[in-house]
């Protein structure tokens, strides 16, 4: 079985002279929680700066359904989407931010973040 981050397809940044941010939300996100077995439910987004290529939407759609099935808590699983972001990607910088619904009285963001250098460029 391949890994999920096999899913993710780029194309050729349009301007890779130039920093500029991508931001995607993805509202639908849906993962497992590995303690109860209920269904997490978060908004995952995205905020990067491409440098040689740009995510392909609909893979990354299908790459974040691939979630709707595992168990992983939810610092686990906002580090894996980043590390397979950058390992595809290979963005100047990336923040990835999971917010998570609430559940029991408590709701929960992780932010995770990553850049390839010092640029001084705040996401």
């Known amino acids: 079985m391949s890994s999920?981050?096999?899913?993710?397809e780029v194309f050729d940044n349009?301007?890779?002279?130039?920093?500029?941010?991508?931001?995607?939300?993805c509202p639908e996100f849906t993962?497992?929680?590995p303690k109860t077995g209920q269904p997490d439910y978060g908004t995952i987004v995205f905020?990067?700066?491409p440098d040689e290529v740009c995510v392909e939407l609909k893979s990354l759609k299908?790459?974040?359904?691939?979630?709707?099935?595992?168990?992983i808590f939810y610092e686990q699983v906002t580090n894996r989407i980043l590390d397979d972001f950058v390992a595809v990607v290979k963005p100047r910088?990336?923040?990835v931010e999971s917010r998570w619904?609430?559940?029991g009285g408590?709701?929960?963001?992780?932010?995770v973040e990553y850049s390839a250098s010092d640029r001084g460029v705040e996401l």
């Not at 349009?14 to 939300?25: G, Y």
């Open 106 to 111: 408590l709701n929960s963001n992780v932010i």
């Open 47 to 49: 905020t990067y700066i």
């Open 14 to 25: 349009p301007a890779p002279q130039r920093d500029f941010k991508i931001e995607h939300h």
């Open 93 to 95: 910088q990336l923040r």
């Open 31 to 33: 993962s497992v929680c």
């Open 101 to 103: 619904t609430p559940r």
């Open 4 to 8: 999920f981050r096999d899913t993710l």
């Open 62 to 71: 299908m790459y974040l359904q691939r979630f709707r099935n595992e168990g």
